[in-house]
């Protein structure tokens, strides 16, 4: 859903359990997406990225979906571990643009 | 794995004065960047530059700020004269280039404006 402010989307999830984060998208001439993560007090770290002439890419314990039609991503974490725990952004540009959108964010938080 | 480092990690300034953050690319990148985040929200592009001139700026990227590559490495993001509301989290990036559109960012470096 939404977030205002301080108040991040939040997902909580079993240790081992798969989470699944949303992401909505708005601009229809992107067609370049990627999954950042990031710790607390660090800079946005690159997961996984997909172009729009696919729906789906693996990675190692993450993939990522995308529904052109309806203008969504999402980004799946297989077996989530303490690591795991972080705000989760998606980005989106149109490909070689020289700007990123970032979208607001979820929280992730794994319980041991 | 090569990073981009930040300097200062925290810088506390108070209103009107002039900052400046430093970034170190990763050395064979072509394209830079700064984004900035305010505490709890997006991340949100400031500027990009590529071959030694500013590509594109966003509408926060006002004429108390500017960017400078002064050596082969470094570069740099200069307020000229701090508000309250530039209090953020500034993060710059590099990526390799044309073809490579994954960005890699730094640490950040954290303003505090008084």
């Known amino acids: 859903g939404e977030s205002v402010g301080l108040h991040l989307p939040t997902l909580s999830v079993q240790e081992g359990d798969n989470s699944i984060i949303n992401c909505a998208y708005s601009?229809?001439?992107?067609?370049?997406f990627i999954w950042y993560k990031q710790e607390s007090g660090k800079g946005p770290q690159f997961i996984i990225d997909?172009?729009?002439?696919?729906d789906k890419r693996q990675g190692q314990r993450v993939t990522v979906l995308l529904n052109k039609t309806v203008k969504h991503l999402s980004l799946q974490i297989a077996a989530t571990q303490p690591g795991d725990s972080a705000v989760y952004f998606c980005?989106?540009?149109?490909?070689?643009?020289?700007?990123?959108?970032f979208g607001k964010g979820n929280q992730v938080v794994v319980i041991p | 794995e090569p990073e981009v480092t930040q300097t200062p990690s925290h810088q506390v300034t108070q209103m009107g004065q002039e900052v400046i953050l430093r970034c170190v690319p990763i050395?064979?990148?072509?394209?830079f960047y700064w984004y900035r985040q305010i505490l709890g929200q997006k991340v949100e592009f400031l500027v990009s530059?590529?071959?030694?001139?500013?590509?594109?700026k966003s509408e926060i990227f006002d004429d108390q700020f500017s960017v400078e590559r002064p050596d082969g490495s470094n570069f740099t993001l200069k307020i000229r004269s701090t508000k309250l509301e530039d209090s953020a989290m500034y993060f710059c990036?590099?990526?390799?280039?044309?073809?490579?559109?994954?960005?890699?960012f730094g640490a950040g470096s954290r303003l505090t404006v008084l």
């Open positions: 980005a989106e540009t149109p490909w070689g643009n020289n700007r990123l959108a």
């Open positions: 990036a590099s990526r390799l280039g044309a073809g490579a559109n994954v960005l890699t």
């Open positions: 997909i172009r729009s002439n696919m």
């Open positions: 601009n229809s001439a992107s067609d370049y």
């Open positions: 050395s064979n990148h072509l394209y």
């Open positions: 530059f590529y071959n030694n001139e500013i590509s594109e």
